[in-house]
């Protein structure tokens, strides 16, 4: 009933605007009403929405949820700029900024030196390192120098499948989400799964994870950035002055607590 409401609301929005303008939807720039360009006003950015609590989608909710979209959304309000979200898997990131598709990316995206020759970072935003899942009853791997031997699950493209081929003899199985590698760990597919210390985390005490334990032991430390062409600098200098506002102001910290659990920063 309430969507039907929704819709019927606009609808009639639409059936309005019609008689204003050309279309409904159709010309942002003619809506906008700040006579800003449509382009300039909406802020592409690039997220793969597997990696909760940071981004991924609710099937309650219509909009993407975590901890990176919350904040985006945030800096975006700073600077005036609506915020669209463009789903894509993880590896593709990097090569749709370059190709211009999206405008910046937020995706608990690791700030290292490889990247940053291709990309510009913003000030780091969340500090993170990687932590190993084995099975409950899993004797054998208790330490990353543990899997030696073993089979391993990593996301494509991320800092953990760097890290997993440092060390000497591991088979490395490279899956496209963190769901498909806890999947094979529990299929009996790998030994182990290695990935982001907070999306490990989440996974054992959120989303209900049987059968499955988060090791302590924490192989790197890490912090995410926000990644922009190397040709912006502007917008490195814009998304870095109202992440500084919302650390200011206090902002950044309710985000921090909605999702963490009130933790101090
Ligand atoms: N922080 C890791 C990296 O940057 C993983 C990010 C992710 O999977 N979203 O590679």
Do not use: H
Request: hydrophobic share 40%; proline share 2%.
């Amino acid at each position: 009933m309430f969507k039907f409401k929704k819709l019927m609301a606009v609808a009639a929005a639409c059936a309005l605007s019609v008689a204003a303008f050309t279309g409904c939807g159709g010309d942002q720039q003619a809506t906008s009403g700040s006579g800003a360009a449509s382009g300039e006003k909406i802020l592409r950015v690039g997220c793969s929405a597997d990696f909760a609590p940071f981004e991924f989608q609710d099937e309650t909710q219509k909009e993407f949820q975590g901890f990176d979209m919350d904040l985006i959304r945030a800096i975006g309000k700073e600077m005036g700029r609506e915020v669209e979200i463009k789903d894509m898997g993880f590896d593709g990131l990097i090569p749709a900024l370059q190709a211009k598709n999206i405008d910046a990316i937020i995706s608990g995206m690791t700030i290292n030196e490889e990247r940053q020759k291709n990309v510009n970072f913003s000030d780091p935003y969340y500090e993170a390192g990687l932590t190993m899942i084995v099975r409950d009853n899993e004797e054998a791997i208790k330490k990353f120098q543990d899997l030696k031997g073993k089979k391993v699950a990593v996301q494509i493209g991320t800092t953990s499948a760097e890290e997993v081929k440092k060390i000497e003899g591991v088979e490395i199985k490279e899956l496209n989400t963190p769901a498909d590698c806890f999947m094979e760990l529990k299929a009996n597919g790998v030994d182990a799964v290695v990935n982001d210390k907070p999306v490990n985390e989440y996974y054992i005490t959120k989303s209900g994870a049987t059968g499955v334990k988060e090791l302590t032991e924490k192989l790197t430390a890490e912090n995410y950035g926000i990644a922009m062409s190397k040709d912006n600098a502007d917008l490195q200098k814009e998304i870095n002055a109202a992440l500084k506002k919302l650390k200011d102001n206090g902002e950044y910290q309710k985000i921090y607590d909605k999702w963490f659990g009130g933790a101090k920063k």
